[in-house]
Each structure stands twice: as C-alpha cells, then as structure tokens.
C-alpha cells in the first residue's frame, strides 16, 4: 500500500534526515587508504546513538550491520569487513537512520584515496544522475520519468544502469511501495502524488549492468568486475520543487 505522509511524519523525517547527512559529513573526513569498513560500522553505530538514533537496517531480515560497505564491484548490500581499504578503492556507504519512527535513507560513493581518473567520472556521472532523477520526481509526474531520465543520461556517458534494484518508498517502515527503478519509459507508471516519500538511488556501473549474489545471498556485485557507483536521497513529492531530506549541502 502506498501511503502519503502527514506534516507531522515528513518532520519526524527530517529529524532523522540530519543526523544522517551529519554521520555521512563524519565519514567522509574518516575514509582513507588502510582504515576498515569494519571500522566505518562501528564509527557510525556509536555516532547515532549519540544523536538519539538508531540504525534501521541492523536486524532488517537478519542484517547484522549498521552500515552496507559496499567497494570497487560490489553493486550493494556488501558486508563491512577487517580488511583494509586500499589507495584507489572506491567505496560506497549506505545506511538508514531511525529518530522516533522517522527514517531517513542514503547512501554515497567515496573515493579513498587516489582514484583513476574513469572511476571518478562514474561517480560523478552516477551523482549527476541522481539529480537529473529528482528533477523529475514531482506531483503528476510518473515514475517511469524519474527512470528515463537517469538511464538517458548514465548510457549517454557510456555507462550501464542495474535493474535488479531500485528506490522505494519509506516511513514508517523501511522499505515501501512504489518501487522506483533507474530505468524506464517517459509518461509510464504510476503517477506520482504529493506527500509520498521515495527513495531515488541509482546504482551505475562500468560495464554491464547484470548481478550476481555473494554467498551470504545479500551482497550483489557485477559480473564482470566492473566497479559500480550509487548515490541516494530521501525525498519529499510536493507540487513543486520536491524537497530532498537526506541533502548534504543545503
């Protein structure tokens, strides 16, 4: 079921929206060559909890981390691990933060270290696609706009988008309808109503865009080796400019 979400609950949103952008700001001074995602995880549990949150995805089925560390080919869900981060990696860190009931979810790529120049172009083409996404996600827009025109863009600049995992809804439970693909056709889907709120999170790789299941039957990663990049935002439908909770520079 598909929900729209009151004044009060887009609020109790955005509380958690901050701590988040806060620990994602946090993370971003800590990465470097030699650290540990394990180390990451840690940080980030003991950083909400100080900030009166909580991380949803931990337990989420049986997940047992705060964060997804997911490096270099892993496309999502990858498992924090003691194994060093090396110079060139690039890693991305997901995660989603309870304040009261109020979630809030991203996730963003980091380069550690010294990262060659095409893999910094597929972050930066997988972020631009993110945002040419948004700008499509407002009332009486469909969700197949917000999918055409990240897939038009990251196959322009001659990337590939994952189809195996999409944006969602969110609140008060983690993971809701409408499902939210990268993909799609213009003017298809359902249509968009202000007072949902969605997830838009676009995973985008170098080569093709196929998975393939880790052992632990969460961690997808290419088939190919292949890096692949994603950046997420939580966002508000409004009738007008939809308003991105999980924005890092307001």
Same mark, same amino acid.
């Given at each position: 079921? *598909?929900? =729209?979400?009151?004044? =009060?609950? *887009?609020?109790?949103?955005?509380? $958690? ?16 060559? +030699?650290?540990? %995602?394990?180390?990451?995880? $840690? ?16 337990? !989420?089925? @049986? ?14 869900? @990858?498992?924090? =691990? ?5 110079? +060139? ?9 309870? #304040?009261?009931? +109020? ?8 380069? #550690? +270290? ?11 083409? %997988? ?5 040419? @996404? ?12 917000? @999918? ?10 001659? !990337?590939? #988008? ?20 990268? !993909? ?12 949902? #709120? ?22 997808? =990663? ?6 692949? $990049? ?17 924005e890092q520079d307001k």
């Amino acid at each position: 079921m *598909i929900t =729209r979400k009151s004044k =009060r609950e *887009i609020e109790q949103m955005q509380k $958690a929206a901050n701590v988040l952008v806060k620990c994602h700001k946090e993370i971003a001074k800590l990465i470097k060559p +030699g650290m540990t %995602t394990m180390e990451i995880d $840690a940080f980030t549990e003991s950083f909400l909890r100080k900030h009166g949150a909580t991380p949803e995805q931990k337990g !989420f089925n @049986g997940y047992p981390y705060a964060i997804c560390a997911s490096i270099n080919d892993e496309i999502c869900h @990858g498992f924090p =691990r003691h194994e060093k981060l090396n110079d +060139g990696d690039i890693v991305t860190i997901d995660m989603v933060v309870n #304040v009261d009931g +109020g979630l809030a979810d991203s996730a963003w790529t980091y380069a #550690v +270290g010294n990262v060659d120049e095409k893999g910094l172009r597929l972050m930066e083409v %997988t972020k631009t696609s993110l945002y040419k @996404g948004i700008e499509q996600a407002r009332a009486g827009k469909r969700i197949g706009d917000i @999918g055409h025109a990240i897939q038009q863009y990251a196959e322009e600049e001659g !990337f590939s #988008v994952v189809r195996d995992f999409t944006g969602h809804g969110i609140g008060p439970t983690l993971h809701e309808d409408p499902h939210i693909p990268h !993909f799609g056709l213009p003017n298809k889907g359902l249509r968009l109503k202000e007072g949902m #709120v969605i997830t838009i999170e676009p995973m985008i790789n170098e080569g093709s865009w196929h998975s393939q299941m880790d052992s632990n039957n969460w961690t997808a =990663r290419t088939i190919d080796q292949g890096r692949s $990049a994603q950046y997420e935002h939580t966002i508000v439908i409004t009738k007008d400019e939809p308003i991105i909770l999980t924005e890092q520079d307001k």
